[in-house]
């Protein structure tokens, strides 16, 4: 997205407005607003100097500020879960803690998909995340863009987020696998299998100039018949 901004410099895509807030407040706010969640850690980059944190304060003492952000996606989650367990100083035992992992670009998240996370993952899963059947048809293409094959979408889905996870399980899979986009993508690397848990397209990753309006429209029409 901020190669086709026309801001100079583009703003980093999680702090862009939508619906009258920074991107990634809306998230925040729900996670902030789950009852089950007793701590929300965000991992930022040392020296983010765009992190509106005065605007953040409202959302209450549960949420705190991790500068402690790395190259990658599964870095800047080890980083975080190691930050936590430091700024918690390992209270009763953190490691067997369930975390949940959130995409700062998923702002239409709702406390009744948490909840529903939270329920359906089992005390003896390993694990879970939400995510959706794949409804389309899928091509495989070739070097130029003709089609190869259609893909069965039978047994696929897409991944959403938040995943959630034992704290000490997730650290040492990202650890044995830091080439992961995902964090269950590192709990398979150990042999895994995690739950997947079915949400709905309104929890749309903001990828697109497109999914700004379309998450603005999610958020300003949920609830409404």
Known sequence: MGAQSTRLPPTPKQYLPLAGQPLIRHALATLCATPAIVNVFVVLAADDALWPAAQMAALGPKLSVLRCGG?????????????????LGDQAGIGD???????????????????????????????????????DTLKRAGADDRILQTVSRDGLWQAQTPQMFRHRLLLAALDLAPQVTDEAGAMEAMGLAPRLVAADVSNLKVTYPLDLQLAEWILENRGKT
Not at 71 to 87: I, K
Not at 101 to 121: F, G, N, Q
Not at 123 to 134: F, I, T, Y
Request: proline residues 4%; contains cysteine.
């Open 97 to 135: 803690d369930w975390v949940l992992v959130h995409d700062a670009a998923r702002p239409c998240l709702t406390v009744a998909m948490v909840e529903k996370l939270i329920a359906e993952v089992g005390e003896n899963d390993a694990g879970g995340l939400l995510a959706v059947p794949v409804a």
């Open 71 to 87: 190259e990658t996606r599964a870095q800047s989650v080890a980083n975080g879960l190691r930050a936590m367990a430091a700024a």
